[in-house]
């Protein structure tokens, strides 16, 4: 979930990131500074990862492909070079002529197919390691569905009501929200922007330009990392993104936890 009109609505849809709030709380109470989470890393133009250990950063897999390779990131205000990245072998990028379909039709039946099955996740190491800012843990359980999350993004945003246009500034400020799993299988863990009546106090949905940003789970005193912003589904939003009723899928830690553990043990 960053680009996806193909960097708009794979950044809105298929990129859920910046964050949406609702209509009736100022936005205000949605900004934090940066030290509500330092290990926020953010990719050039746009775009979130998380750094996960002192020389690792995990992030979308599209969050990075679709731009020229990445030599740079910021971590803390501080530019940090990259040695390498690793794309998860079962990502798979969307093609451009069933994007073209979908617009024209707004029928995104096949689009979602192929989002869901693809494994939208990726590693990128950096040249030193980072001594200036914690890394955040991984959420190692499997029972996230019913669990209240908090999102982080610097991405588009709006409020429930208007949602937000695909052109809009995909890096503004950060903002923090928080949500409830809905759904929790496999790859994925999905929420839903809920109207005011049966929402969160402030509650939040994803925007575009924070793919790969935070979904975190509180652990007694800890928020842990527990997944990745990915996309949302186009067909609830009644093609205007950020608006009540808008699904958001993410990338499930839990079900990427060896594969994680294999690329950063592997000797290169």
């Not at 197919?113 to 693809?118: A, D, G, I, R």
Request: aromatic share 8%.
């Amino acid at each position: 979930m960053v680009q996806l009109l193909f960097l708009t609505l794979l950044t809105v849809s298929f990129s859920a990131s910046a964050i949406v709030i609702r209509a009736d709380v100022e936005d205000a109470k949605y900004r934090v500074p940066a030290s509500e989470l330092p290990a926020l890393v953010d990719l050039p133009g746009e775009g979130h990862g998380v750094l996960i250990a002192s020389q690792w950063i995990i992030t979308a897999a599209h969050a990075i492909t679709w731009q020229s390779e990445i030599k740079q990131v910021t971590i803390n205000g501080i530019p940090r070079a990259v040695e390498r990245h690793e794309i998860h072998p079962g990502y798979r990028k969307p093609p451009q002529k069933l994007l073209e379909q979908a617009l024209a039709t707004w029928d995104w039946t096949l689009f979602r197919v192929l989002l869901s099955s693809s494994d939208d996740i990726a590693l990128v190491k950096l040249a030193q390691p980072v001594t200036d800012v914690l890394p955040v843990a991984i959420y190692r359980n499997d029972n996230e569905y019913g669990q209240i999350i908090k999102i982080l993004g610097k991405g588009a945003t709006g409020n429930g009501v208007t949602g937000y246009e695909f052109n809009s500034s995909h890096r503004t400020e950060l903002r923090r929200a928080y949500n409830k799993i809905t759904s929790a299988h496999d790859r994925w863990l999905c929420y839903i922007f809920d109207k005011p009546s049966d929402a969160l106090s402030l509650e939040g949905g994803s925007g575009s330009g924070d793919s790969g940003g935070p979904i975190l789970i509180q652990a007694e005193a800890d928020w842990l990392l527990a997944g990745l912003t990915s996309w949302a589904d186009p067909q609830s939003t009644v093609r205007t993104p950020g608006r009540y009723g808008q699904i958001s899928c993410n990338v499930r830690l839990s079900h990427y936890r060896d594969w994680i553990r294999s690329v950063m043990s592997a000797e290169r």
